[in-house]
Nanobody, 125 residues
Framework: VQLQASGGGSVQAGGSLRLSCAAS????????MSWFREAPGKEREFVAA????????HYADSVEGRFTISRDNAKNTMSLQMNSLNPEDTAVYYC???????????????????WGQGTQVTVSS
């Protein structure tokens, strides 16, 4: 299984970025997915999750209303649209997948089996 995250970059506060995660080696439509992030000196934290069908999404309070998670099962991809970015969003962002047919909840780091390599997002004030 491979998860390839991309789309990171440097933006000014208030700007937007769209992250993508391309999956291979798994039956993508059967796996709940999520985005996590890890800022320097901090633990990896949950950002957003999406059920295998895309019908259910869940967000961390810190990104609710600014970020949107989505997936395209036909293309084996997941995305994270990030708007109104602020410096506190600076982190390495990781996409993660659960085992097939596992519910999207719980959303702890240890609940996700497969991880991408991460993509850096830097937001300047």
């Amino acid at each position: 299984v491979q998860l390839q995250a991309s789309g990171g970059g440097s933006v000014q506060a208030g700007g937007s970025l769209r992250l993508s995660c391309a999956a291979s080696g798994l039956t993508f439509s059967g796996n709940a997915m999520s985005w996590f992030r890890e800022a320097p000196g901090k633990e990896r934290e949950f950002v957003a999750a999406i059920s295998w069908s895309g019908a259910t999404t869940h967000y961390a309070d810190s990104v609710e209303g600014r970020f949107t998670i989505s997936r395209d099962n036909a293309k084996n991809t997941m995305s994270l649209q990030m708007n109104s970015l602020n410096p506190e969003d600076t982190a390495v962002y990781y996409c993660a997948a659960k085992d097939r047919d596992t519910p999207w909840y719980p959303i702890g780091v240890d609940d996700f089996r497969f991880w991408g390599q991460g993509t850096q997002v830097t937001v300047s004030s």
